[in-house]
């Protein structure tokens, strides 16, 4: 597919339903990644709902610091600066929410703006017919005790083609303009998804996690699968993927070692890397 109609921020703010995010927005041609540009403004003090955008990164990152395929044009690299919101829940059940919230408002977003239903593989990934279009990335500043910061990252493949991607990216990466027929507005879904993603947020600080929850785990293609777990320490656990916790932990039932084996109790995974078995 050709290249899509521009980024614009008078364009994004046309239709921008916001309060807070996107307000200020900048847009660049070109950054090695959003989501760093967005750690400096927010170390130099940039309000919470700062947005960062660019038509194209020279080092795009995901989890773990894994390249983002980024070319010029044709996707979605947007960083939102979070902070001094006050929530009833602890810090960390919050934090551990955010990487979920935004993926699920990522999905709405893409739903609404492009028709295109997508799915969530735990925690943060989304999936068209099980491939991946797009990953968040929360990084989290302490700039004090009262002053948590969370860089919420996305890169949504958008327009781009199935044959200009990596040759070994295209059995496993997707784009929204698959089931398209002509290219999808990024603009929209930029001001699309801050809105949602403001939505989710206001939900979490409000109401805690209950119904985010549910709409969570209508959406998560990981429930009801075989799935292996990697930690970070190179331990591996294989099993079945029953739920989804009050804090967003991914709960496990490993897979016994023999059928007549006592049931093994089921594991909180909060960090790691989860694979779907078939």
């Known amino acids: 597919m050709s290249s899509s109609i521009p980024l614009s921020v008078d364009t994004i703010r046309s239709t921008l339903a916001t309060t807070a995010l996107g ?7 070109d950054l090695p990644s959003t989501n760093r540009e967005a750690h400096t403004l927010a170390q130099n003090g940039a309000t919470h709902g700062t947005v960062v955008l660019a038509e194209s990164q020279s080092a795009g990152y995901g989890r773990h610091g894994r390249p983002w395929f980024s070319p010029p044009g044709l996707n979605l ?23 979920l919230i935004s993926a699920l408002a990522a999905v709405e977003a893409a739903q609404q703006v492009a028709a295109v239903s997508l799915a969530l593989k735990w925690p943060n990934d989304l999936l068209l017919s099980q491939r991946k279009v797009g990953g968040i990335l929360c990084e989290s500043l302490f700039q ?28 496993i990466a997707a784009s929204l303009s698959e089931t398209s027929q002509q290219a999808i507005d990024r603009n929209r879904l930029v001001a699309q998804f801050l809105l949602e993603l403001e939505q989710c947020l206001d939900e979490l600080r409000s109401h805690g ?34 739920g989804i916790s009050a ?32």
């Open 23 to 29: 307000h200020p927005l900048y847009l660049y041609q």
């Open 77 to 99: 690299y947007c960083s939102t600066i979070i902070r001094g919101i006050q929530f009833t829940s602890p810090l960390e059940q919050w934090l551990s929410w955010i990487p």
């Open 144 to 171: 004090g005790p009262d002053d948590t910061v969370v860089v919420i990252g996305i890169g949504l493949n958008v327009n781009v083609a199935l044959d200009a991607f990596p040759e070994d990216l295209r059995s």
């Open 209 to 242: 996690s209950s119904r985010l929850r549910q709409a969570y785990i209508a959406r998560c293609a990981t429930l009801g699968r075989r799935v292996q777990v990697q930690f970070a320490d190179h331990d591996q656990v294989t099993g079945l993927a029953e």
């Open 247 to 278: 804090d967003g932990a991914l709960q496990i039932q490993p897979l016994a070692p023999h059928p007549r084996s006592q049931r093994i109790a089921v594991l909180d995974v909060r960090a790691a890397d989860v694979t779907h078995l078939r």
